[in-house]
C-alpha cells in the first residue's frame, strides 16, 4: 500500500521547546502540505512544497517553518513551541502540481503544556 | 481567495436510511474541483469523492453521489443506505485548476445511529 507516513502519532512537548514534526511519503510524489486541523475551524494550510528545497506560505505560517531537504520527506518545525500550537497536525501528498487529489497521513496530536 | 462553507457542524442519521450534507463555496473560478473527504475516528483521511466543475453530470461512487449546482455554488454530498462504518468527519474542499492548494471546509460530524 502507498502511504504518507507521520512520525508520531501524539506527541506532548513543553512551551519554548523546538519540534520536529516528520512526514514521510513513498509514492515518489512532487507536493507535500502540511495542514493544521482545530474543531469548529476546519483543516488550515500551514506550509506546502512543490519540490526538494521548495517551500511555500500556506494560510497561516507564522510561528513555523519547514524542510525539504529530500522528496520523500517533508518536515514541520516550531521553533519555540506555545500553547496556542496546540492541535491535530495532519501532512498530505499529491503526485503533481496541479494534481487534484491529497493522500493524508494519520495525523500527530502535538499537546503544548 | 476562494471560501467553502458546511452549515452542519452535526448530523445523526439511521442505519440504512439517506442523509445529506451540505457544502457551499464562493470562488471567481471558472475551472476547478471540489471533493469530499471523510476523517474517521482512526484519523486516517481518505477521499470519497471528487467532482470536475467542467462536467455537468454529478459523480457517484457506490453509495455516495453528489447534487453539483455550478450556479448556485452548491455541492451536496447524498449517503445512500447509511452504514455504522459512515460514521466519520466529512469535509468538503475546494482546489482550483491552476494552484496546487486545496481549501476546506471546517466539517461536518455524522454519527449513523444503529
Known amino acids: 500500500d502507498v502511504k504518507v507516513t507521520q512520525s508520531s502519532r501524539y506527541l506532548v512537548k513543553r512551551t519554548g521547546e523546538k519540534v520536529f514534526l516528520e512526514c514521510v511519503q513513498d509514492?515518489?510524489?512532487?507536493?507535500m502540505f502540511w495542514y493544521r486541523q482545530d474543531p469548529g475551524l476546519g483543516l488550515r494550510l500551514i506550509y506546502f512544497?512543490?519540490?526538494?528545497?521548495?517551500?511555500e506560505k500556506g494560510d497561516i505560517p507564522e510561528g513555523y517553518s519547514v524542510s525539504r531537504e529530500k522528496k520523500e520527506r517533508f518536515s514541520l518545525i516550531l521553533e519555540s513551541a506555545s500553547t496556542n500550537q496546540t492541535s491535530m497536525y495532519l501532512c498530505a501528498s499529491s503526485p503533481a502540481r496541479f494534481h487534484e487529489k491529497l493522500l493524508f497521513g494519520s495525523g500527530t496530536q502535538l499537546s503544548v503544556l | 481567495a476562494q471560501t467553502v462553507t458546511q452549515s452542519q457542524p452535526e448530523m445523526s442519521v439511521q442505519e440504512a436510511e439517506t442523509v445529506t450534507l451540505s457544502c457551499t463555496y464562493d470562488t471567481s473560478e471558472n475551472n476547478y474541483y471540489l471533493f469530499w473527504y471523510k476523517q474517521p475516528p482512526s484519523r486516517q483521511m481518505i477521499l470519497v469523492i471528487r467532482?470536475?466543475?467542467?462536467?455537468?453530470q454529478n459523480a457517484t461512487e457506490n453509495r455516495f453521489s453528489v447534487n453539483f449546482q455550478k450556479a448556485a455554488k452548491s455541492f451536496s454530498l447524498k449517503i445512500s443506505d447509511s452504514q455504522l462504518g459512515d460514521t466519520a468527519m466529512y469535509f468538503c474542499a475546494f482546489k482550483d485548476t491552476n494552484a496546487g492548494k486545496s481549501t476546506f471546509g471546517d466539517g461536518t460530524t455524522l454519527t449513523v445511529k444503529p
Open positions: 509514492m515518489d510524489h512532487e507536493n
Open positions: 467532482q470536475e466543475a467542467y462536467k455537468q
Open positions: 512544497s512543490y519540490d526538494v528545497k521548495m517551500k
